[in-house]
């Protein structure tokens, strides 16, 4: 007997379909469309390959900004990958610990600077790392560190580094609340057989739950590739679509931005925006697929 469609879940479904594809797909599919052409002077547009590309990796005027731009978004995924991500575990695994008095008020505190908007979060601390009116200073100086302040937004040395270090301080708590699931839902009687056989809470840790929560780590850096890689919103409320000083804090979204809209004597070209944003699209398409083709492959065969 042949079985009648189900139109009910298609019903459901047509709503988010519409959305995903007014909204996210077809603006993909002509931002890509869009790359392989050049806008002259009258606004006319002609089909011109692949030169976006290759103005953008190897003409001086553009490639040197998108190379100090990859370069800077390189160095701010790992700063945020090597710092945030360890820290989150370890608070994810303190707090999972049978006994912690306070464990849902302190995931609450770590969890909030997420919920803030990236505005607040840059203007708090441009008043608190400012060498005229910041209290940071101050501060230091009550632990006798004060001649070791400096006006690290303002160095181009330090400036990239405290900004990815901000970002870790407000978005902590999404990696350490995913880890944080995936400890308690470890079944207890693989702990407590571990602890009757004799086994100390460290060699627990690192024998049996560490490795049980490794796809979860997987999609935590994952996750952190992606958004760091998109990332925009905190450069650009810090240090303004320049990127200063000196592009020292430039990534591939402010790049873009300054590329696509223009701004003061740059004048913005639509075409190459769309080819720089095509290069972001390939970058993280590519980080994506390397994961799950080596990592994830290799994590679902440990798991089983």
Do not use: C
């Amino acid at each position: 007997m042949k079985r009648a469609f189900p139109w009910h879940i298609a019903v459901f479904l047509a709503p988010a379909f519409l959305i995903y594809t007014a909204f996210s797909a077809l603006p993909l599919l002509d931002t890509l469309r869009l790359g392989f052409f050049t806008t002259h002077d009258s606004g006319h547009q002609t089909f011109v390959g692949l030169a976006n590309y290759i103005k953008l990796l190897t003409d001086p005027d553009w490639s040197a900004g998108f190379w100090n731009a990859m370069n800077n978004n390189i160095k701010f995924f790992l700063i945020v990958m090597f710092v945030q991500n360890p820290i989150a575990l370890l608070l994810a695994a303190l707090l999972s610990m049978h006994g912690v008095r306070g464990a849902k008020g302190y995931q609450t505190l770590i969890f909030l600077p997420t919920l803030l908007s990236v505005v607040i979060i840059g203007f708090i601390w441009q008043l608190i790392l400012s060498p005229l009116w910041g209290v940071s200073e101050k501060l230091m100086g009550f632990v006798g560190l004060a001649d070791y302040f400096q006006p690290w937004l303002g160095d181009e040395s330090s400036a990239l580094i405290t900004l990815s270090l901000i970002s870790v301080w407000q978005f902590v708590g999404v990696p350490m609340m995913l880890i944080y699931a995936s400890l308690i839902a470890i079944p207890d009687e693989i702990i407590e057989a571990a602890r009757i056989e004799g086994a100390s809470s460290w060699h627990i840790f690192w024998t049996i739950r560490l490795p049980l929560i490794l796809p979860t780590l997987g999609l935590v850096t994952i996750l952190t590739f992606v958004g760091n890689f998109n990332a925009f919103d905190l450069i650009y409320a810090v240090k303004g679509a320049i990127a200063g000083p000196n592009y020292s804090t430039d990534l591939l979204g402010t790049f873009f931005y300054r590329t696509f809209f223009g701004y003061q004597s740059q004048i913005g070209s639509p075409t190459m925006g769309a080819a720089v944003a095509t290069t972001m699209f390939l970058i993280i398409l590519s980080g994506v697929g390397v994961y799950f083709y080596f990592i994830q492959r290799k994590l679902q065969r440990f798991a089983f």
